[in-house]
T-cell receptor, first 113, second 113 residues
Framework: NAGVTQTPKFQVLKTGQSMTLQCAQDMNHEYMSWYRQDPGMGLRLIHYSVGAGITDQGEVPNGYNVSRSTTEDFPLRLLSAAPSQTSVYFC?????WGLGEQFFGPGTRLTVL | KNEVEQSPQNLTAQEGEFITINCSYS?????LHWLQQHPGGGIVSLFMLSSGKKKHGRLIATINIQEKHSSLHITASHPRDSAVYICAVRSGNYGGSQGNLIFGKGTKLSVKP
């Protein structure tokens, strides 16, 4: 199993550009989530999904969209990038919402100029 | 006040020392996770526990539900243990987004040879 994969590993954007961070898992996990990690702060939840077709907002959802058309994939879209979205983004999955070990992807380091 | 507090924020130890990292939380929880983030950025799950004590190799995690406190111990520390250790709790209430994880800010451990 590849576990949780994320692409790209690094990305530089200009203010106002849009892009999609890809996340996929091959463990048939129902729960998937996106976090951002900023210096001096804990991981913060952006959006999460408890199954295909079901998504919800986390703590810091503004400026981001998600969809979950399949169990495997959970892309994160930046609609109009802003310097405040410069961060490291992690995708994670677990067997079920509220249960089980969380598996993290390798992260995407995003810089918005 | 943060819901999950870790101490210390930074810790430097000599190889072979016994290390303790503490985590206190203010919410009712269903589970507590200890995670390790390597210098390269990847995050792996070390323990998930809801009571008592778990041991894996040189790592021991304990939790006291009544005192809302958990500790991560590393015996016979080694330079390869150098990493950020993150405590995260899953709220015990399953309404709304309460099944998601709440993260501490992490403890940066450096073990010198």
């Amino acid at each position: 199993n590849a576990g949780v994969t994320q692409t790209p590993k690094f990305q530089v954007l200009k203010t106002g550009q849009s892009m999609t961070l890809q996340c996929a898992q091959d463990m048939n996990h129902e729960y998937m989530s996106w976090y951002r990690q900023d210096p001096g702060m804990g991981l913060r939840l952006i959006h999460y999904s408890v199954g295909a077709g079901i998504t919800d907002q986390g703590e810091v959802p503004n400026g981001y969209n998600v969809s979950r058309s399949t169990t495997e994939d959970f892309p994160l879209r930046l609609l109009s990038a802003a310097p405040s979205q410069t961060s490291v983004y992690f995708c994670a999955s677990s067997y079920s919402w509220g249960l089980g070990e969380q598996f993290f992807g390798p992260g995407t380091r995003l810089t918005v100029l | 006040k943060n819901e999950v507090e870790q101490s210390p924020q930074n810790l430097t130890a000599q190889e072979g020392e016994f290390i303790t990292i503490n985590c206190s939380y203010s919410v009712g929880i269903s589970a507590l996770h200890w995670l390790q983030q390597h210098p390269g950025g990847g995050i792996v799950s070390l323990f998930m526990l809801s009571s008592g004590k778990k041991k894996h190799g040189r790592l021991i995690a304990t939790i006291n539900i009544q005192e809302k406190h958990s500790s991560l111990h590393i015996t016979a520390s080694h330079p390869r243990d150098s990493a950020v250790y993150i405590c995260a709790v899953r709220s015990g209430n399953y309404g709304g987004s309460q099944g998601n994880l709440i993260f501490g800010k992490g403890t940066k451990l450096s073990v010198k040879p």
